[in-house]
């Protein structure tokens, strides 16, 4: 009984031993994030618009949506990011519209210049009028994970997939890389 | 002269970044317009995540549920208590927390903080790869019974279990330890989080998820109605390392408080098989075939580990091909034609993004071999660890009654409630 | 329950795991990944059906260190304005001669009277030794003169700053500002939301502005008042894409238009009815997503587009009847 409570004992502490020098390891390279969380961020430079961001998604509507950075807005009549490219007639008729769920609102503000707001409830994160408004207007439109939305896996779904690696952890101070903040 | 190349190629990265920042400073294509009338830009909200002094808040709970569970296992003896704190894990941990960060993801988190110099690993996530350990080590696996959102789901779902033969049992039981081989290798080479996203019960918890994951979730139910506790049992690469951690542990759950009356109702309530039989039932074999079989087997070992480390190099390149980079770069040098297919937006992504080939094709060589040296330590440390296992099972240990295995037991207490013994106790 | 039946079914259980398990992980490898299906192909825009393409690159003369600010052509000479300096080049790209100026100039076009060099504030009419002879000014400091035209006796200046059209007099005086007034009701004038907003004459004496905002072509009398017009607001090869188009406008011998846009950058050749004529440069000719080019037209019907990202003068001829 003597040895094997011997051994036991010897075992306990030897694991703790293992698991303190586990630890200090990563303390010692400076591995550990004290102040907590990292959370998941779609870099909007390097996004090609694949449409994953909507389809993979662990969350159902996904949790990214389409920002606009109104300071890089052109506010154009003919918004590359709200309409289909052969439509001739610029109202906002459904038919006109790029977005599959009709999430951008397309506001008059004076001659000739529209407001094109982003209704989120809507928004669905395909990322068609991110690349029409890159494509053909400035780029003022782009995605980003809401994180009142999102739920913060271990391994982001979407990141696994997005192929030009652009959704990264980054600590929790910073949550958002919005446009305009940085560029101009 | 190699370093006069790297500085040229740092200095021509130097001028095409400017380069690239300048246009982000140029005028823009379509320039903002000077509004005549009152117009107001709208402000758009940037929503906070979730307070990061709500995760302690989560990692002081599972400390209050695994001391609640050791003290309701070990002092009170009550399979009620631990019901009662399975339930709440079941609603807390799983549906409102939906699993996530789990204690058995953080192995895959850990791992990849000691292999990769960029990864910050948050606090909570290694504490709650401690905490359950911690605790094992004094009190067992209280963490399984109680705590464990996938445990919960599981050991509520038990219907008529069955028992598996011995034989099967213990093969079966490498399977964790190659789980947990290949999830830590997956981590530190950055390919997966294989753990996590095959965890069969997160989209019953969030109760919404591909339809695949949601089969894979019906399916270990359907196998938990009548095999108690699949995943755990078979399947968790954490409970592979509490199962070693348990056997150490200073403290257990103990079947009965004073003397063990044979009558065996406590084998009948485990739904697990955990618990070993006394002496008088086995055949004790002669202590010189046993010195005999256990020598063999101990040499057995080296040459275990040996061919588990050969197999290991053999199937490096298998395993390799589920890093997306390495099945990239084969994918383009097999198959060149499928550069001009527009549709494979991975392809063109990559074509676009000005990476070579050689490039992409040395990344890849570098995860590979990592990949050789990961799945040479793998076969052999699962070479040991059948060796290990085989050896157990020819250990003579005397057992004169009925005890919990401690590597097993989760510390459901459901024994307790059948243990007459106990009850004798409890009504004087 | 029979337990055989039991095996079985935990052995198809397991299996059905296992399969499951491998079909996920196949599912998402690199080449099983299923397409998009929010895919916008906005390739479709920078392809241009070769068949439309009625003109083809001919030559390109390269600009040296310079960077070019407007072109023009007169008289078999190209005259190019940059940073700093008037060039005058031969057709075979020989600088011919040199002279330096003051100020920033924005535009050029040259004529038998003259040479006129627009700045911000002020045209100035060179002769061809290189003499100032007049200057047309501004009434405002806040001018941006983008385009300059003349023909018998009248210079029209386009003043982006201003958003207004000013009507010159040779001698200097200014006799007319056209703000642009529409036939219906909302009288917004012109439209010009940058740097980009050209003025021409035709060889009949029309005067043609373009109203970027409005991606429209439009004619006024000397009165000031419209005489007609034509829109064509579209992403699509026909129409002006973007929110201020084309930014560039010349008129060929014949009357047709050339206009060139930016963001979408393409050089088009239309009819005087507004109607698309041909494709002169397709997006593909150019750098993307990049300026559009400054156009010239020669009394042979070339099209001279100075290409601010390469720093070059293209020349574009009219393909013959076989296409060569």
């Known amino acids: 009984m003597d040895r094997k409570k011997f051994i036991t004992n010897v075992g306990r502490y030897s694991i703790l031993g293992a698991l303190l020098f586990i630890t200090g390891q990563i303390f010692f390279k400076r591995r550990v994030s004290a102040s907590g969380q990292y959370v998941w961020q779609i870099d909007p430079m390097k996004c090609t618009q694949c449409g994953r961001c909507a389809t993979e998604c662990i969350k159902t509507p996904s949790a990214v949506k389409c920002v606009h950075a109104y300071d890089l807005c052109g506010y154009c009549d003919l918004c590359g990011g709200y309409f289909k490219p052969n439509t001739m007639d610029l109202n906002t008729g459904a038919e006109n519209q790029l977005c599959p769920t009709g999430a951008i609102q397309r506001k008059f503000v004076e001659e000739p210049f529209f407001e094109y707001a982003i209704d989120e409830k809507l928004c669905n994160g395909c990322g068609k009028c991110v690349k029409g408004c890159t494509s053909f207007g400035n780029g003022s439109l782009h995605l980003q994970i809401r994180h009142d939305l999102c739920d913060n896996c271990n391994q982001c779904a979407i990141a696994r997939v997005c192929p030009s690696d652009a959704i990264k952890r980054v600590p929790i101070e910073n949550p958002y890389l919005i446009k305009g903040a940085f560029t101009s | ?428 | 329950m029979n337990k055989k039946v039991l095996y079985v079914f935990l052995i198809l259980l397991a299996g059905l795991i296992a399969v499951l398990v491998y079909t996920d992980h196949r599912s998402t490898q690199l080449d099983k990944r299923p397409d998009n299906p929010y895919a916008y192909d906005i390739s479709e825009f920078e392809k241009v059906d070769p068949a439309m393409i009625h003109y083809s690159e001919t030559r390109n003369i390269r600009l040296g260190k310079d960077k070019a600010r407007g072109i023009s052509w007169f008289d078999n000479h190209i005259y190019l304005v940059t940073e700093n300096n008037l060039q005058v080049i031969s057709q075979e790209g020989q600088q011919e001669s040199k002279m330096t100026l003051t100020g920033r100039p924005n535009c050029i076009q040259v004529v038998k009277s003259g040479i006129f060099i627009g700045f911000d504030n002020l045209v100035s009419l060179y002769n061809f030794e290189g003499q100032l002879i007049r200057s047309y000014l501004s009434e405002s400091d806040s001018s941006h003169f983008t385009s300059v035209a003349f023909l018998e006796g009248l210079v029209a200046v386009a003043d982006a700053g201003q958003r207004v059209l000013l009507l010159f007099n040779e001698d200097g005086t200014l006799i007319r500002k056209i703000y642009g007034k529409r036939e219906s009701e909302d009288l917004h004038g012109f439209i010009v939301p940058s740097f980009y907003f050209d003025v021409a004459f035709t060889p009949d004496g029309e005067l043609w502005v373009v109203n970027p905002g409005m991606h429209a072509l439009e004619n006024y009398t000397t009165d000031g008042n419209l005489r007609s017009h034509w829109a064509k607001p579209s992403m699509d090869i026909s129409g002006f894409s973007g929110c201020c188009n084309p930014a560039h406008m010349a008129i060929l011998p014949d009357g047709f238009f050339v206009t060139a846009e930016k963001g979408l950058v393409r050089v088009k050749e239309y009819k005087p009815s507004g109607e698309l004529s041909s494709v002169v440069a397709p997006p593909s000719s150019f750098e993307t997503g990049k300026t559009a080019p400054d156009l010239a037209v020669t009394s042979a019907g070339e099209i001279l587009a100075l290409d601010f990202d390469r720093n070059s003068i293209r020349i574009f001829e009219k393909k013959d009847q076989h296409g060569s």
């Open chain 2, 1 to 428: 002269m190699n370093w006069l190349a790297g500085l040229i190629r740092s200095l021509m990265l130097l001028i095409v970044l400017l380069c690239a920042s300048n246009h982000s400073y140029a005028q823009q294509r379509f320039p903002k317009p000077e509004f005549k009338t009152e117009y107001t830009q709208p402000v758009p909200e940037h929503p906070a995540p979730r307070s990061p002094a709500l995760e302690f808040l989560d990692l002081a709970i599972l400390v209050l549920v695994m001391s609640l569970t050791a003290w309701v296992a070990i002092r009170r003896r009550s399979r009620y208590g631990i019901l009662i704190l399975t339930i709440f894990s079941l609603f807390y941990f799983g549906f409102y927390k939906q699993g996530c960060i789990c204690s058995v993801g953080s192995i895959q988190n850990v791992a990849l903080a000691l292999a990769d110099p960029t990864y910050r690993l948050p606090l909570v996530a290694l504490l709650v790869f401690l905490l359950p350990l911690i605790f094992s080590l004094f009190f067992g696996r209280v963490f399984c019974a109680a705590a464990c959102p996938l445990g919960a789901i599981q050991d509520l779902i038990i219907f008529k279990p069955i028992n598996l033969p011995v034989w099967l049992r213990k093969s079966l039981s490498i399977l964790p330890w190659t789980y947990l081989g290949l999830a830590v290798l997956f981590a530190t080479t950055g390919t997966d989080f294989i753990i996590c996203r095959y965890d069969p019960f997160i989209g019953i918890y969030r109760l919404n998820g591909k339809f695949i994951m949601i089969l894979l979730g019906i399916a270990f139910l359907l196998m938990g109605l009548f095999v108690a506790r699949p995943y755990c049992r078979f399947i968790c690469p954490y409970g592979a390392l509490l199962s070693l951690t348990s056997r150490f542990s200073k403290w257990h759950l103990s079947i009965y408080p004073t003397s063990c009356v044979q009558c065996k109702l406590c084998t009948t309530a485990c739904p697990f098989e955990a618990i070993d039989f006394p002496d008088s039932e086995q055949t004790k074999p002669e202590p010189r075939t046993q010195t005999r079989r256990f020598l063999t087997f101990a040499a057995l070992i080296p040459v275990l580990i040996a061919v588990g480390m050969f197999i290991g190099s053999l199937s490096h390149v298998f395993l390799s091909r589920a890093n997306s980079t390495v099945y990239l770069a084969e994918l383009l040098i097999a198959h060149p034609e499928l550069r001009s297919d527009p549709l494979n937006l991975d392809i063109q992504t990559f074509l676009a993004s000005g990476q070579t080939l050689e490039t992409l094709t040395e990344d890849a060589a570098t995860i590979r071999e990592k990949f050789r040296i990961g799945a040479m330590i793998l076969g052999g440390f699962l070479g040991l660890v059948i060796g290990l296992t085989a050896l157990n099972q020819l250990i003579f240990r005397r057992k004169e009654d009925y005890q919990a295995n401690r590597a097993d037991c989760y510390s459901c207490a459901r024994c307790l409630d059948y243990c007459p013994v106990d009850k004798t106790i409890a009504h004087g």
